[in-house]
């Protein structure tokens, strides 16, 4: 079965520090890549998305580098914030399985101040 | 805005009851999803349809139907309930290219 693999489960940082959560994948053939994340007692959102075109994407405090090669992909957060503390999904999908998106076990921030 | 609703929000039932989730979406969007969502697995995919009357199977199917009768309606029915069907699930739709997948906020079932 295809599998996107993340961690930590867990990771705690302080304020102003950088977050890095981790992914990789098993499927090559995959070329979407986007972090939801998911705040308690609310449901998942799109945070940042990348695709195999480019090995990186900012959008303000969050950046996505991505390795084709070793078929990693990581989620920066620039100068935590305690309102950053959510769990963090990454995920990945094909053109072939348009919009099915295969999911990460998810890790939760803590971020304190 | 993107708007997905699910009903109802909390449901319990006995093993071996009928349960049916709803979901509804204001979006125009022809892709709806239904996962479930349990501690150390993340959100997996149960169900998913890519229009009316359309329905593909996801990658734990297993003890789950689902019927997709307009472009706005998608329901999940478990006909026969289990313990490990206790769960949070949610709902989502998007676009054909499914870029961007918008969720509902949830049902919460628990199955006794």
């Known amino acids: 079965q295809q599998q996107v693999r993340q961690s930590p489960q867990s990771l705690t940082v302080w304020e102003g520090e950088t977050a890095i959560l981790n992914c990789s994948y098993e499927?090559?053939?995959?070329?979407?890549f986007p972090w939801y994340h998911q705040f308690p007692g609310e449901s998942p959102a799109l945070l940042i998305a990348i695709r195999p075109v480019s090995n990186k994407k900012e959008d303000g405090r969050f950046t996505i580098f991505f390795n084709k090669r070793e078929k990693k992909f990581s989620l920066h957060i620039a100068d935590s914030q305690p309102g950053d503390s959510a769990t963090y999904f990454c995920?990945?999908?094909?053109?072939?399985?348009?919009?099915?998106?295969?999911f990460g076990q998810g890790t939760k921030l803590s971020i304190k101040p | 805005e993107a708007a997905v609703t699910q009903s109802p929000r909390n449901k319990v039932t006995v093993t071996g009851g009928n349960v049916t989730l709803s979901c509804r979406q204001t979006?125009?969007?022809?892709?709806m999803y239904w996962y479930r969502q349990d501690t150390g697995h993340g959100l997996r995919l149960i169900h998913y349809s890519y229009g009316a009357g359309n329905l593909q199977i996801g990658d734990v199917p297993d003890g789950y139907k689902a019927t997709r009768t307009t472009q706005e309606d998608f329901f999940l029915l478990l006909e026969l309930a289990s313990p490990s069907q206790t769960s949070l699930y949610f709902c989502?739709?998007?676009?054909?290219?499914?870029?961007?997948?918008?969720f509902g906020p949830g049902t919460r079932l628990t199955v006794l």
């Open positions: 989502a739709s998007s676009d054909p290219d499914g870029a961007e997948q918008f």
């Open positions: 499927d090559s053939t995959f070329d979407y």
């Open positions: 979006n125009s969007h022809n892709y």
């Open positions: 995920a990945a999908s094909k053109g072939g399985n348009q919009g099915k998106l295969i």
